[in-house]
């Protein structure tokens, strides 16, 4: 019969709870990345929008002049 020193259990256990703190804290900080990179991809989306509805409005203004406002933004590359 085998006879286990109770201090090797004890560190066996902090072990295992050592592995599930990491585990948890690298699931929250996944979780923090994806919602961050989401809300980063509707802001672009949301400048994008703003930026063309300025320039149809800039260029669509009653004045005298006959220059015409370009969108600084290069189209996208495939």
């Given amino acids: 019969m085998k ?7 004890e560190r066996r256990r902090q072990n295992g709870s ?5 585990i948890t804290l690298l699931a929250i900080m996944v979780i923090l990345v994806t919602a961050n990179s989401k809300a ?3 802001l672009h989306q949301e400048t994008k ?3 063309r509805q300025q320039v ?3 260029n669509a203004s009653q004045t005298n002049t ?3 406002v370009e969108s600084p933004v290069k189209p996208e590359s495939k």
């Fill in 3 to 9: 006879i286990v020193p109770s201090n090797f259990t």
């Fill in 18 to 22: 050592a592995v599930l703190v990491f």
């Fill in 40 to 42: 980063l991809f509707y």
């Fill in 49 to 51: 929008l703003l930026e």
């Fill in 56 to 58: 149809k409005r800039l």
């Fill in 66 to 68: 006959i220059a015409v």
